[in-house]
C-alpha cells in the first residue's frame, strides 16, 4: 500500500489566525488525494476531494473558502483552516487514492486545537 | 444517500475469544467496502478491502465478507489478543468513502 505522511501531527493556534496541514504520500504520485475532519467520538466526515492541478470538489457544508486546499503536485496537497474558530478544533486526516480498485491510504492524522 | 451504521458501539471480550463486528450499509451500489482499525488519536490503517465483485477477504487472523443483497458486511477476528484492541471502522463506497462511527474493540488480558 502506499505510505502517507501528515504535518504537523498537532498545532495549536489562536482563534482568528490560519493554519496549514500538509499531506503527502511518500512513495508514488496521488491524482487523487481526500480530506476527512473527525470529531471526538464521532466518524470520519469527507470534507473535499483534492485532485492535482484542478480545483477541489467540496462536500455539502463545508465552506470552501474557509477550508482552502491545494494540490499542486502529485505527491502534496494541503488544507488551510482560515480565520480559524474554535468549533474547527478537530482531527484531520488525509488519505490517498491507490493506483486501483478505489482503496484508499490514510495519513496519520492532525490534531487541530483553536484557543 | 448512502448510510454506515456499525454495530456493537463497543465490545469487550476475554483474550482467545473470537468475535464478530458488523457493518450494515443502504446503498448496496458499492464498489469497495474497508474495514479499518483506529488506535486512540491515530490514523487510520486498512485491514482489508473487499470489492463489489468479491465475497470475502482473509489477512492472518481477520476475515471479512460482504453480502451486497442484505447491505452487510462482517469482521470476525479469531483468537483475539490485547493488542487487537482498538476502534475498527467499515466504510463503503467507491471513489468517495462513507464511514460508520465504529465499533470500539477491548479484549482483557
Known amino acids: 500500500g502506499a505510505v502517507v505522511s501528515q504535518h504537523p501531527s498537532w498545532v495549536i493556534c489562536k482563534s482568528g489566525t490560519s493554519v496549514k496541514i500538509e499531506c503527502r504520500s511518500l512513495d508514488f504520485q496521488a491524482t487523487t488525494m481526500f480530506w476527512y475532519r473527525q470529531f471526538p467520538k464521532q466518524s470520519l466526515m469527507l470534507m473535499a476531494t483534492s485532485n492535482e492541478g484542478s480545483k477541489a470538489t467540496y462536500e455539502q457544508g463545508v465552506e470552501k473558502d474557509k477550508f482552502l486546499i491545494n494540490h499542486a503536485s502529485l505527491t502534496l496537497s494541503t488544507l488551510t483552516v482560515t480565520s480559524a474558530h474554535p468549533e474547527d478544533s478537530s482531527f484531520y486526516i488525509c488519505?490517498?487514492?491507490?493506483?486501483?480498485?478505489?482503496?484508499?491510504?490514510f495519513g496519520p492524522g492532525t490534531r487541530l486545537t483553536v484557543t | 444517500k448512502q448510510e454506515v451504521t456499525q454495530i456493537p458501539a463497543a465490545l469487550s471480550v476475554p483474550e482467545g475469544e473470537n468475535l464478530v463486528l458488523n457493518c450494515s450499509f443502504t446503498d448496496s451500489a458499492i464498489y469497495n467496502l474497508q474495514w479499518f482499525r483506529q488506535d486512540p488519536g491515530k490514523g487510520l490503517t486498512s485491514l482489508l478491502l473487499?470489492?463489489?465483485?468479491?465475497r470475502e477477504q482473509t489477512s492472518g487472523r481477520l476475515n471479512a465478507s460482504l453480502d451486497k443483497s442484505s447491505g452487510r458486511s462482517t469482521l470476525y477476528i479469531a483468537a483475539s489478543q490485547p493488542g487487537d484492541s482498538a476502534t475498527y471502522l467499515c466504510?463503503?463506497?467507491?471513489?468517495?468513502?462513507?464511514f460508520g462511527k465504529g465499533t470500539k474493540l477491548t479484549v482483557n488480558p
Open positions: 473487499i470489492q463489489s465483485s468479491q
Open positions: 466504510a463503503g463506497g467507491s471513489e468517495k468513502l462513507v
Open positions: 488519505s490517498v487514492m491507490g493506483r486501483a480498485d478505489y482503496e484508499q491510504y
